[in-house]
């Protein structure tokens, strides 16, 4: 690449970059950004194909400048619990992303950006693969355990990484630190062993009474969901769902204004069935306290029973905010049922399980829901229970 394609690069991708700390993505256009950046549309078309391209760009850049800083420093030690301003542990993490918060800020919230989540994911799981051991014992040599582990640790650190961000930062890295590594080696995970009771709220989602209503959101919903299995999500068209639910359009705009609605409408309805998988474990000790199951068993057959929503949202079939819709209405249920009731920060230690969980049920529909719902709750209280190990002769001890 010459250098005044490079410098075109970099100008482009700085121009962006500012305006997106200004407006939402959805709003940008090529013509603002090459004015911004002082080129003309062509000089842009020699450089990107398009906007989206432009931000994949920036997107690699980032993620390159990331684990260029954290790859010779970072540390994870017990040590950095004790006395985390002394100690690089995830200091160097969370100094990269207060640098680029708008960045970072834009790609988790603008409903608009899809893939970031997953392709800084993948970075950082190989990053940690290569400088963390599994220290779950598997005398079987099964590999699909340690990818469960590798994807467990994974998730915690962005999960905590998501809430500082929709935080605005406002916590200072060394308390940061010392809640996770806290969380991480104290493990006060009694709640979500089933150890100590949820609170017996009332499902905060009006329910509709109504047989004839409830028939017809099924029914599109279902019809939504089967289409989804063959079409990608943005060519759908409300015309498609009511011929397959063989529904008229007035029917349809009564209940929804677009198919967005429909969708999420499905997912709210998805969220509250997780939420009260959980919440199950309470009416099984009322009844018979000898067949009592954790929660974790219930939430894992949950999804079992109901993989469809997730199956259809693959690494081809993005939904702008599905992941969000999950992963907040989860912080939202762990931070209620664990308020007044936890020494920790509740808000940090309700996106620690918020972003394992949704971390390993991703894993394991992507496989085909290989291991048993019983099985993966093993897995994941064993995970729980076993902070990782520190390969030999490297830096890093989580």
Known sequence: MTKKLLKSHKDLMNSLLKMMSQKDYSTITVSQICHDAGYNRGTFYQNYSSKDDLLND???TKIIEMFTVLKPKLRFTQQSYQQPSEDLSLHNLFVFIKQNYFFFKTMIEDRHIIGFRSKIFLHYQHYLEDLLRNPIDNPDKDPGIDK????YVTSASLGIMMYWLNQGLKQS???LIQQF???VYKRPHELIYG???FKHFKSKTQKESDPRILRTKKALSNSFTQLMKVLKYSDIKVTDILEHAQYNRSTFYSHYKSKDDLFFDAVSDFVEGMVQSLRQTNDDHSMDPTMTQSPLIHLFTFIYENSTILEVIGENNKVPGFYNKIYSGLVAFFYEELEGRFDYDIGIYSNYLASTLLGVISLWISE???????YMAKLFKLS???PPNRRTNKTLVF
């Open 181 to 183: 590594l806290s969380i």
């Open 173 to 175: 890295t060394d308390y």
């Open 384 to 386: 729980l229970n076993n």
């Open 368 to 374: 085909e829901l290989r291991y048993s719902p019983r």
């Open 58 to 60: 920036v997107i690699d």
């Open 148 to 151: 469960f582990y590798y994807v």
């Open 195 to 197: 150890d100590i009771p």
